[in-house]
């Protein structure tokens, strides 16, 4: 198998204690998807069914700002993983989201590749910049969503 090592592949795989083990996962499991630890270059916020869902115009925002989304779109059980800098999961208190910190570890695919589960994309994915998205714009955007809600 041909790795394509394009710069954002290759930042992502080097969070893994074992850049090798990323790669190898990449290419052998059947899902394709690697398992890379959250709190060294990010830590995630994992956004759960409905809201992912009502959030998504006010994460485009975040999105055009180039702030990698990890989007799952399985039907009934949407999710985004929005990358943000290592360390906010310990003062992240947003319900009903998930901060996913040091200690962590989430399955993602590797950018720019067709996935054997289609529901799975980056939208966009890493750039290898290093680039990540902004708490608080995050959070704010979180709390609107809820407010309309209410």
């Given at each position: 198998?041909?790795?394509?090592?394009?710069?954002?592949?290759?930042?992502?795989?080097?969070?893994?204690?074992?850049?090798?083990?990323a790669?190898?996962?990449w290419a052998?499991?059947?899902?394709?998807f690697?398992?890379?630890p959250?709190?060294?270059?990010?830590?995630?916020?994992?956004?759960?069914?409905s809201?992912a869902?009502?959030a998504?115009?006010?994460?485009?925002?975040i999105?055009r700002a180039?702030?990698?989304?990890?989007?799952?779109?399985?039907?009934?059980?949407?999710?985004a993983?929005?990358?943000v800098?290592?360390?906010?999961?310990?003062?992240?208190h947003?319900?009903?989201?998930?901060?996913?910190g040091?200690?962590?570890?989430?399955?993602?695919?590797?950018?720019?590749?067709d996935?054997p589960?289609?529901?799975?994309?980056w939208?966009p994915?890493?750039?290898?910049s290093?680039?990540?998205?902004?708490?608080?714009?995050?959070?704010?955007?979180?709390?609107r969503?809820?407010?309309?809600?209410?």
């Amino acid at each position: 198998m041909t790795r394509r090592h394009t710069a954002g592949t290759l930042w992502l795989a080097a969070a893994h204690p074992s850049p090798t083990a990323a790669w190898n996962q990449w290419a052998t499991t059947p899902t394709r998807f690697a398992v890379l630890p959250a709190g060294a270059r990010w830590d995630a916020i994992r956004i759960g069914c409905s809201l992912a869902v009502k959030a998504l115009d006010e994460l485009d925002a975040i999105e055009r700002a180039g702030a990698p989304v990890l989007w799952g779109l399985r039907e009934g059980s949407a999710r985004a993983y929005v990358l943000v800098p290592p360390g906010t999961a310990r003062a992240w208190h947003e319900p009903p989201t998930r901060a996913i910190g040091a200690g962590g570890w989430v399955a993602m695919p590797r950018p720019g590749t067709d996935q054997p589960d289609p529901g799975f994309r980056w939208e966009p994915a890493p750039d290898g910049s290093g680039r990540l998205a902004d708490p608080e714009t995050l959070r704010s955007a979180l709390r609107r969503v809820r407010e309309g809600e209410r």
